[in-house]
């Protein structure tokens, strides 16, 4: 069955580090992965798009890897701050549909 | 750009009643997407609409859901009757296109059907 993982327990990294979020998927072949944020009571932002072709995109504090050997997406944070506290949302294409993980919770300790 | 505009923000409702969710998408976003999240079942399609058309309404869970594009500025999902499993969050999105564009979220509609 076609299925879509992220880390379902909260993440809990201290103010400085790199945070490391993983999304994992079965049976898909997306063209393209995205990333989004979600506050409490807010809709998700996007955040960054990777296709199929590429290894690696970054922006600021922010760098997406796409593998599709491993079928797998990693989202990092560099020197992580508390306003980077959110849950992180993985999506990736299926026939021009955005299938969505069920995200995970990134707390940043000060 | 005030982004994509969602009513109410919270609708608290019996069951059997009927519910309007209302969206006004960014202006020249060409598809809109209804999308319902819960804890249980995360973000969930619905349906979405390409230049007002409905493209793909499977997401749609019973024939008590129905939504409606009339013009590129406004869109309604309605449900009716409502019914206590209904509750949920329920958001709007809009993109440029049906591609890899980026979707933009409304705020949401927190849904409580008693």
């Known amino acids: 069955s076609q299925k879509i993982e992220q880390n379902s327990e909260a993440l809990n990294i201290q103010e400085g580090k790199t945070a490391t979020l993983t999304c994992n998927y079965t049976n898909y072949s997306p063209a393209y992965l995205q990333w989004y944020r979600q506050d409490p009571g807010r809709g998700p932002v996007f955040l960054l798009l990777?296709?199929?072709n590429e290894k690696e995109k970054r922006k600021e504090r922010l760098k997406v890897t796409f593998d599709t050997t491993l079928k797998q997406s990693l989202f990092h944070i560099t020197a992580s701050q508390p306003a980077d506290s959110a849950t992180y949302l993985c999506a990736l294409d299926s026939n021009y549909q955005l299938i969505w993980g069920a995200g995970t919770k990134l707390i940043i300790k000060p | 750009d005030a982004g994509v505009i969602q009513s109410p923000r919270h609708e608290v409702t019996e069951m059997g009643q009927e519910v309007t969710l209302r969206c006004k998408p960014i202006s020249g976003h060409n598809s809109l997407f209804w999308y319902r999240q819960t804890m249980m079942r995360g973000l969930e399609l619905l349906i979405y609409f390409n230049n007002n058309v409905p493209i793909d309404d499977s997401g749609m869970p019973e024939d008590r859901f129905s939504a409606k594009m009339p013009n590129a500025s406004f869109s309604t999902l309605k449900i009716q009757p409502s019914e206590p499993r209904d509750s949920a969050v329920y958001f709007c999105?809009?993109?440029?296109?049906?591609?890899?564009?980026?979707?933009?979220f409304g705020n949401g509609t927190r849904l409580t059907v008693t």
């Open positions: 990777i296709r199929e």
């Open positions: 999105a809009s993109s440029l296109d049906r591609g890899s564009s980026p979707l933009h």
